[in-house]
């Protein structure tokens, strides 16, 4: 059976060019970047290369770009190690409460260690910005927002928050993780404003296992290590880099299309078609913004369980998911925070998209939605 691959939020397929560079890497570049000999020195090209890369396309300096295992260790390091070198015990941190669990359980952490974390619930659809400055303070170290909810696809007003920060005075740090936005929307730290942003490799045709964080180089002195070891990295991130990964991180930002009308004309297309075809049955409900991020389509049927239709999809070949793939199936408190009645919740599958993906992979997953709709049970 073909297999129709709808689920990109949580992991995109890794690009033939990507799995070339890796094998040449760990075939023929295969010494340790921090070694004085010729082989080191070849693999230290390859890691300022990459470097190189990743601060182009965000607009930064190749010395605010730090390498880390992926998203979640990115934005442990930006919350925490962020947080604790502004700030310290009954200092505010302030989030949304719609961040990903990376950030959202590394302010839990912060909140043990006595620091005031502040939850920000989305009104009328989004983080209002009325909202942060009603909660910024004079001590507040840490402000971490998402650029794009990985489970609606809802872009969150990052830039305004910085423009905030900037004519309050503030002294916070500004954090943004860019997971889902980076490649597919114009992310620049110059628009956005922020200190610090994060990126994952895997969710742009890389391997999983490699991600990036860019620190401000005005903001690395308050900084702090996470993780201890030798001085790879300023010590920021110490521990030997990975290079296969990094390298193919670099080839995937490489191949990425030009210009954002191109990153976005294709998947915004089969976004389009999908809420058209959807819209034919009366039972479906999109949770997605029409403002949101092209490649996330939330939608809901109000009367079938999300893991009874993912279920059924899957057995047609097609791969969605019920929510965000670090929730393993449990009930989404995200999208209870942006207002969605239980039985909307019960009900939601994520439909994400890529540029692998065809009109005819759309067709055939409304085709087997309406299937869906006149087959399973229902429980309203």
């Not at 760990?26 to 295969?30: A, K, Q, R």
């Not at 990985?150 to 007003?157: C, F, H, M, R, S």
């Not at 994952?200 to 296992?209: E, R």
């Not at 199936?329 to 009645?341: A, H, I």
């Given at each position: 059976m073909d297999v129709i691959y709808l689920d990109n939020a949580a992991t995109t397929r890794v690009s033939e060019g990507c799995a070339r560079v890796a094998v040449r890497v760990?075939?023929?570049?295969?010494g340790n970047p921090s070694s004085r000999h010729r082989m080191g020195m070849d693999a230290e090209d390859v890691l300022r290369d990459a470097r190189k890369t990743v601060a182009s396309e965000l607009g930064a300096r190749e010395d605010e770009i730090f390498f880390t295992s992926g998203g979640t260790e990115a934005n442990n390091l930006a919350v925490l190690g962020g947080a604790r070198g502004r700030g310290r015990a009954g200092w505010r941190v302030i989030i949304s409460s719609v961040e990903h669990p990376s950030v959202d359980q590394a302010a839990a952490q912060l909140e043990a260690e006595g620091f005031e974390v502040v939850r920000i619930a989305p009104r009328d659809g989004n983080i209002q910005i009325d909202d942060v400055a009603a909660v910024l303070t004079d001590n507040t170290a840490l402000v971490s927002m998402m650029l794009v909810n990985?489970?609606?696809?809802?872009?969150?007003?990052v830039a305004q928050v910085a423009r905030l920060l900037r004519r309050k005075k503030s002294r916070a740090l500004l954090h943004c993780d860019a997971v889902q936005g980076f490649g597919r929307l114009p992310v620049s730290v110059t628009a956005l404003g922020c200190d610090m942003l994060t990126l994952?490799?895997?969710?742009?045709?890389?391997?999983?296992?490699v991600g990036a964080l860019y620190c401000r180089k005005e903001a690395q002195r308050s900084l702090r290590a996470i993780l201890y070891g030798g001085s790879q990295q300023?010590?920021?991130?110490?521990?030997?880099?990975?290079?296969?990964?990094?390298a193919a991180l670099d080839q995937a930002i490489r191949e990425l299309p030009r210009t954002p009308a191109q990153r976005t004309e294709k998947i915004a297309a089969l976004n389009t078609l999908a809420r058209q075809e959807l819209a034919k049955r009366s039972e479906i409900i999109i949770n997605s913004p029409e403002d949101g991020a092209p490649h996330i389509l939330s939608i809901a049927t109000g009367c079938i369980k999300s893991e009874t239709l993912l279920n059924f999809l899957s057995s047609k070949g097609i791969c969605v998911s019920s929510g965000s793939a670090c929730s393993k199936?449990?009930?989404?408190?995200?999208?209870?925070?942006?207002?969605?009645?239980d039985h909307i919740v019960d009900s939601t599958l994520r439909i994400s998209f890529s540029d692998d993906n065809t009109p005819e992979d759309v067709l055939a997953l409304c085709a087997a939605l309406s299937e869906a709709l006149g087959t399973l049970a229902r429980f309203r």
């Open positions: 760990m075939t023929e570049v295969w990985n489970e609606i696809g809802t872009i969150l007003p994952s490799g895997h969710k742009i045709h890389a391997p999983k296992g300023e010590k920021y991130r110490p521990g030997t880099e990975p290079l296969p990964n990094i199936g449990k009930k989404s408190r995200v999208l209870s925070q942006f207002g969605l009645p």
